[in-house]
């Protein structure tokens, strides 16, 4: 039996028809009846969402909600056929229940982990996880990054140019070296061993990743394998810079 980290809620199987205005996909579901997803993912997908391919969408009982249903998963048919997690909103709670379990044993010892804590010059920052322990002399921020992008077998990010990204790694090079500070990348889909950053898509993003890791920077690329059943850990991917 397999232990997964997070289990998906009951997901209803489709075909993706379009996507448009970044947050509407159009699904045909296996009922033959078409609906309107809500798509949480502001990135363009880069390679992922394809027409024709299947997806897995999940609905809210929430009647408050304009669209019911929500874009889970889409299936890639390259290199070979995977799932591959959309939802945006997921890694940061995937993320969190990993280190409520101690997955990453890169990290050390930690006892509290606060999430969206205000840090930065200007004070109007978030780091997504800040960690801190009885006796850590050096306190964890720990921001994450959703990666789906490949090519061929390698994860890349970004898939476009990212000026957030490019502030969060300004701000986490500022944390150092009384800090530590760390880049955790989740690779949203099973099939890549390895990482590098997306240095066609924003050579700045590139620059400041190799500059940050030179200055102290830990860099986590954390490989998940992606079902409709639910996501589990498999470890880290190489890093390749």
Known sequence: MIDWLYNYP?????????????????????????????????????????????????KSDNPNRKLAYTLELIQVQEPEPTWVGVNT??????????????????????TQVKGEVVY?????????????GIDQQRPIYLEVKNTTWTQGNLALFPDTETTRGQKHLRELME??????????????RGDCPEFAPGDSTD???????RQAITLGLEVLPCRFDISPEGIRYLGLAKLKI
């Open 10 to 58: 009951v997901l209803y199987p489709g075909v993706l028809l379009k996507r448009y205005k970044r947050f509407f996909a159009d699904v045909q579901i296996t009922s033959g009846e078409i609906v309107t997803a809500h798509c949480p993912n502001t990135g363009p997908m880069t390679g992922v969402s394809t027409v024709g391919s299947p997806v897995q969408i999940s």
């Open 89 to 110: 909103a997921l890694p940061n709670r995937v993320i969190k229940l990993a280190l409520e379990k101690y997955l990453f044993p890169e990290l050390s010892e930690y």
């Open 120 to 132: 930065g010059k200007d004070k109007k920052s978030r780091v997504d996880f800040y960690l801190t």
């Open 175 to 188: 944390v150092l070296p009384q800090n530590r500070a760390v880049m955790l990348y989740f690779i949203n």
């Open 203 to 209: 050579p700045i993003y590139s620059q400041l990743l």
